[in-house]
Each structure stands twice: as structure tokens, then as C-alpha cells.
């Protein structure tokens, strides 16, 4: 690791760089706060029962007028069709099903990722809105993005994956070929082990989806991957192997054998469909609990070796770098974390009184068995509520009912997952890890993540050590 400080430092997102997504998310937030149906709405409730009231009664005096008002929010992403809005839904047809067709969600939901500003949207990243979110499982519309050279066009029928190296008979797997094995399917989470890389040194994204939002969760189809390499006899002395994808960045990353053989996937399903082309159709390849990027998309070829490759993403980049200047190589495991998703950054609570404090909690290394909640920047914990199911590598959600007093507090979780692992602090990771760089570190920060909710209800991202 030669150059460890100087490859951190130029591969980092620049000051400039935060800043531009920092407008970006002012700019979506401006409009938020305008609409009463958002979390960020910057009204009370009862501006918002009053919108509403206003809106069912001049679409009741259109509808006496015509009969039918278009309401379709001109913000609504294409996928979401618009139809018009009758007075009483009740005393008119609905419209028809179409012979063929691929169903779209309500055109009053409005949800979409949003792109870090990079220099190029070929080699850039979008983040799920986890603040609204429902359960565990992502939309594979909504599922967080991260690639390298642009999202790859493949056609399946001519996609072919190779497996070779230190095996007793190298061959070629069609996609015909993979879907003849025995399938599994699976509900796990993906992270980017750059979640959260803007708030190391201090808060930097204002909203959830800005701080966390390079995590998501999907039931993942395939062929374990441990099924190809003992079809093709795995050698002796073999230990590592090269996973290799059909990008324009040729994305490739060492995995240990011990690992592809224990819980490894070849998926070509996800939720329930074919994978998006995003995600890496015709084929990916799923490392459970392991940072995102070995998750090769795309992927087209397998070389086995007794040693570790040390290629480009694993040497100067997805390394961890300490305040000595050396960085950490392999550090694959994605290590227990959580965040209150409501209330998060940026939205208002109404009033005092009852409000419920919801939020994800997961880990890479199993199951999370507990999580606590702090309305009191850490002083004093509470146990929330785990909804079921609560699955090993998966999304958890956890609840917990919340009086507000009307005064300024933080918001914070934790959790424990199954080995006996506590997330930790920020100040504990900072003591660890250092802050060299422009933003502090850049990997793995899973530090306990601080929600003030000043007196007037406002909530704002915050560092509490």
C-alpha cells in the first residue's frame, strides 16, 4: 500500500463535489416542503388538514362542474401514470385493464432515487429513500445504484459465464446452462461500504436518504455459487478466486474459496422478477454481509487461484486508511449498524405528543438480536420492538412509541447483533480510524447516527458523540 494516503486522497469526493449535492438536496427539499403529503412538509397539521379539505372541495366543485379533475402531480417520475381524479370514486367506472401491460405504481407516489453529483453518471451512485420506506423489502425500482462505467446492455442469450483457473475442467455456463441448476432465493440486504462516506467529519447530508441511503434489501434468486465450482472441480490448493464483470470498468474483486463455497450466489432473479439491468442483468453475483462492490454485476467470468488477485478495487480503492497512513485491505465485512428513518433529517413533528420512532437496523455478520433507542442524545436507552421476520444479512425494522415533551432532543439507535457486536460510536470509530482525507475516512462508517428535533419541531442531522 505504497501510495495508501495520495490514492485516498484523490479518490475521495472533493469539498466542491459535497457541495453541488448538498444544493441538489436543498433544491428537492424546497419542493418537499410545499407538498402536505411529505414527511418534510414545513406546514403544521393543521395547514395540512386544511390543504386537504381545500382540495377535496374545489375537486368536488370541478366535479360538478365536469365531473372528473386531474391531479396528477407534475412532479411524478414517468413510471407513475396519470389518470384523472373523479369527485367520488364510488359513482364512476375506475379505469380498465389493458390487455398487456406492466403495472405502475399510484401517480401520487412520487419516491425516486437521487444521484450523488459526480463528475459523470457513468461512475456514480443513487440512493434509496429509506424515510419512506415501508417494511424491509426495496422496490428493485428504488434499490440503490453503484456503478463503475455505466449500466451494461446485455443480451442473455449470447451471455456466457467462465470458470476456470485451478480447476479440473474450465468451462462456459450460458444463462440457459445456470437456470438449470437447482435455484435458491434468498432476502438480503446490500451496502455500499461508502454509506455514509460525506459524514465522517461532521454532518454533511441533510436528509436519511442523503446519509443511508446506499443500502437496500431484496429477495435475490439464483444457483449457489458453491453448485458451479464443484461442477467444475475446485483444486486442492485452491483459495481465493477473481470475480470478474462485463462492465466498461471490467469490475473485478478476490474472494476467499471459504467463502464463495459457504453461502455465495449466482442471481438472475431479484423480487420476485428477472434482476434489473441496473443490478447487473443478465447476472450477478451476491457475496452475503460482504461490502457491495464484491457483488460483481454483470458478471461474466470466475478465475480460481491460491492466492488473492490485488486488483485496482481492492488495493487504492475499498481500503480502510488509518491515522499511521497504511490502509486495511480485506475488510469485507459490513459490521452491524442501524438509523431512525422517522423521524430523520429534515422533517416536522406537528406537535408534542405521541409520535413512533421507526427505523432499519441490519448486519453482515447475522442477525440483529436487539436494538435500542436514545430520545436523549445517548444518555439513557430504551429497547424497541423487532417486526418480524427477522432474517440473518437482512433489513430488521424496529419501533418504538415516543411522548414528546415539545423540548429539543436527539434521536439515536443502536444495535446488537448475534455475535454480541454493539454498534458504535462515531467518536469510538474516529478513534480507530482517524480523519485523514478531505472528508475524514471513506469506508465502512457505521457509527450511531443522531437526529436533533429542535422545540419547533424541526429535525436536523447532528454529530453526538
Known amino acids: ?193 461508502g454509506n455514509g462516506l460525506t459524514e465522517w467529519s461532521k454532518p454533511t447530508m441533510k436528509t436519511v436518504q442523503g446519509t443511508h441511503g446506499l443500502t437496500s434489501t431484496s429477495e435475490w434468486t439464483g444457483v449457489p455459487l458453491s453448485t458451479i465450482l464443484r461442477e467444475v472441480g475446485v483444486g486442492s490448493n485452491a483459495k481465493w478466486l477473481l470475480a470478474e464483470g462485463g462492465d466498461a470498468a471490467v469490475m473485478t474483486r478476490s474472494i476467499p474459496l471459504d467463502k464463495a463455497m459457504k453461502d455465495c450466489i449466482l442471481a438472475y432473479g431479484q423480487n420476485g422478477e428477472a434482476i434489473r439491468p441496473e443490478q447487473g442483468y443478465p447476472l450477478r453475483l451476491l457475496v452475503p454481509g460482504f461490502e457491495g462492490n464484491m457483488c460483481i454485476k454483470w458478471l461474466r467470468r470466475i478465475e480460481v487461484s491460491d492466492a488473492p488477485f490485488m486488483t485496482r478495487e481492492e488495493t487504492s480503492k475499498y481500503t480502510d486508511l488509518m491515522p499511521s497512513g497504511k490502509a486495511v485491505q480485506f475488510s469485507f465485512e459490513m459490521e452491524a449498524k442501524s438509523v431512525i428513518t422517522s423521524p430523520s433529517g429534515e422533517m416536522m413533528l406537528d406537535r408534542p405528543g405521541f409520535h413512533e420512532i421507526s427505523g432499519l437496523a441490519w448486519s453482515g455478520r447475522g442477525a440483529v438480536r436487539r436494538v435500542e433507542v436514545s430520545t436523549d442524545g445517548g444518555r439513557t436507552w430504551r429497547d424497541a420492538a423487532l417486526n418480524g421476520p427477522i432474517l440473518p444479512i437482512c433489513h430488521t425494522r424496529f419501533r418504538l412509541p415516543w411522548m414528546w415533551d415539545g423540548k429539543p432532543a436527539v434521536l439515536q439507535s443502536r444495535c446488537t447483533d448475534d455475535t454480541g457486536y454493539l454498534q458504535p460510536t462515531l467518536g469510538q470509530l474516529i478513534a480507530v480510524r482517524g480523519l485523514d482525507g478531505p472528508l475524514g475516512s471513506i469506508y465502512h462508517l457505521n457509527a450511531i447516527q443522531s437526529w436533533q428535533v429542535a422545540s419547533d419541531g424541526r429535525v436536523s442531522n447532528v454529530q453526538v458523540y
Open 1 to 193: 500500500m505504497k501510495n495508501a494516503v495520495r490514492d485516498h486522497l484523490t479518490r475521495s469526493p472533493t469539498t466542491s463535489t459535497v457541495d453541488e449535492m448538498r444544493a441538489r438536496e436543498d433544491d428537492r427539499l424546497d419542493s418537499a416542503r410545499q407538498d402536505p403529503a411529505s414527511p418534510y412538509y414545513a406546514g403544521s397539521d393543521r395547514a395540512r388538514n386544511d390543504r386537504r379539505r381545500f382540495m377535496v372541495g374545489a375537486i368536488a366543485a370541478a366535479g360538478s362542474a365536469a365531473g372528473l379533475s386531474r391531479t396528477a402531480s407534475a412532479g411524478a417520475p414517468s413510471s407513475a401514470g396519470g389518470h384523472d381524479v373523479p369527485a367520488d370514486a364510488t359513482k364512476v367506472q375506475g379505469y380498465p385493464l389493458e390487455d398487456t401491460s406492466y403495472g405502475s405504481r399510484s401517480q401520487f407516489e412520487a419516491e425516486v432515487r437521487q444521484r450523488f453529483k459526480t463528475a459523470t453518471p457513468l461512475s456514480s451512485w443513487t440512493f434509496t429513500p429509506l424515510e419512506k420506506s415501508c417494511g424491509v423489502i426495496t422496490p428493485s425500482g428504488l434499490h440503490f445504484e453503484r456503478s463503475h462505467g455505466g449500466t451494461s446492455v446485455i443480451d442473455p442469450a449470447t451471455h456466457q459465464l467462465y470458470v476456470h483457473g485451478l480447476v479440473k475442467q474450465p468451462r462456459k455456463f450460458s444463462m440457459k446452462d445456470v437456470r438449470r441448476f437447482p435455484s435458491m432465493s434468498r432476502i438480503m440486504f446490500i451496502e455500499c461500504s
